[in-house]
């Protein structure tokens, strides 16, 4: 079991560990790496590695956002196979449509509770 979270520990924070290097040393905006990632765990997913990566370190590489777009992958090709093609298009955001709505509806309380404002520089 200690095995288990040392494992994800260090997966989660190489991933982490990445991202922090690469906003040290870029001018990439947050939201650019934010895609970067989405993209990089989708195309690792296309070619059956994500999935490897998960196996072994379990909700270190399943939690970030690169273990979103793994799941986007896996949720439009099971649906290519169950639907046909039009399952390339919904199968991605049925896999994810928890995730998806958890996140709004946390974005939209957290924006009732307290008041935003703009961040003076």
């Not at 990632?37 to 195309?43: D, E, I, K, M, S």
């Not at 998960?54 to 099971?78: D, K, R, W, Y």
Request: some cysteine; glycine content about 14%.
């Amino acid at each position: 079991m200690a095995i288990a979270f040392l494992k994800a520990f260090l997966v989660g924070g190489a991933i982490c560990m990445a991202g922090q290097l690469i906003i040290n040393f870029t001018h990439l905006t947050n939201g650019k790496l934010l895609v970067l990632f989405l993209v990089t765990g989708a195309v690792l997913q296309g070619f059956g590695l994500y999935e490897k990566l998960i196996e072994f370190a379990g909700a270190g590489a399943s939690i970030p956002i690169c273990g979103f777009g793994c799941a986007l992958v896996q949720g439009a090709v099971e649906a290519v196979r169950t639907d046909g093609w039009i399952g390339a298009f919904t199968g991605g955001l049925s896999r994810c449509a928890l995730g998806i709505a958890v996140a709004i509806v946390s974005g939209y309380i957290v924006a009732i509770i307290f008041r935003p404002h703009t961040k003076k520089n």
